[in-house]
């Protein structure tokens, strides 16, 4: 198994790293949803093996992971997904959220992403990357921008453009270089352009030849803004712009029932209508209106 090389986050250094890398090890069960080995984990997160066996141990020993001691591996237990459940209900304890980007993953056969503002950042908190989607760069953890990223501007249109003023300005006090400042005026009108169209598309903005469509979870749904991506190749995401949005705007209505009027937009598609969903490839899938799983 090929190192990632960890997600930069124990390397920052007002983090603990023995609670940076645990944290990391349970993520990284996440993205790659199989049991590991010590060996396994290490190569995975470039940790030093005894610190990745001790890690390891140490979460079993809390319940939080299992050891098989035939095959030598560990698997997180049912422990893990009860953790946070009760912090936001109605997305997470009943499994909305995860329905919802399956849902999302299903129809347009691409990578799907949740993002969280994190201080002056845009984070990656959960990723499924469907079975057809093409292999992607991302991972969970990882931090954007908020005024150069496409969910990082998806998530700063949900602020006043006074909250935006305040954050920038005190942003481009404490830049390093010249380079390193944010022009307002511009953000601001990039900002009011979202809000118009009521979703981003970015390209070739961190990897060339990749792009994301993201938008915002309804406010009546989370207690802080969260953005909703569909990711893949630029080529495909610009000839399904429409549909992505589409499925995106549709499973949200079907899913977050408390959220309809937030969600519901002028003319607005019926979730009875049934569209096209495709593959990385630009193939198309017949699906359900209801995102049902492809035959």
Request: glycine share 10%; with cysteine.
């Amino acid at each position: 198994m090929a190192g990632r090389g960890g997600s930069g986050i124990s390397d920052d250094a007002h983090i603990v790293k023995s609670a940076a890398r645990t944290l990391e090890i349970l993520e990284y069960f996440d993205e790659v949803r199989q049991p590991l080995s010590v060996v396994g984990v290490a190569m995975g997160l470039g940790y030093p093996q005894s610190s990745a066996a001790a890690l390891l141990r140490s979460l079993t020993a809390m319940g939080y992971l299992h050891y098989d001691t035939r095959k030598r591996t560990y698997m997180p237990t049912e422990r893990v997904p009860f953790l946070g459940s009760w912090i936001e209900p109605s997305l997470f304890e009943q499994g909305t959220l995860p329905r919802l980007m399956h849902a999302i993953g299903r129809r347009t056969g691409q990578l799907v992403v949740l993002a969280a503002r994190n201080g002056d950042m845009a984070q990656y908190i959960h990723i499924l990357n469907e079975p057809s989607a093409v292999a992607h760069h991302l991972r969970i953890g990882q931090k954007r921008p908020l005024a150069t990223s496409g969910v990082g501007q998806l998530l700063l249109s949900s602020m006043s453009d006074k909250e935006v003023r305040r954050v920038y300005h005190r942003m481009n006090a404490y830049a390093r270089s010249p380079e390193d400042k944010v022009n307002i005026g511009e953000l601001l009108e990039e900002l009011s352009a979202v809000r118009r169209r009521g979703y981003t598309f970015s390209r070739n903005r961190v990897v060339n030849g990749y792009g994301m469509i993201a938008v915002l979870v309804p406010k009546s749904c989370s207690s802080q803004p969260l953005a909703l991506g569909v990711g893949g190749q630029c080529e495909t995401l610009e000839l399904h712009e429409a549909d992505i949005v589409h499925a995106i705007r549709d499973e949200m209505e079907l899913h977050l029932k408390p959220a309809k009027a937030t969600v519901a937009e002028p003319g607005r598609f019926s979730p009875a209508i049934r569209i096209l969903a495709f593959s990385a490839s630009g193939s198309y899938r017949m699906h359900a209106g209801s995102g049902a799983s492809p035959e």
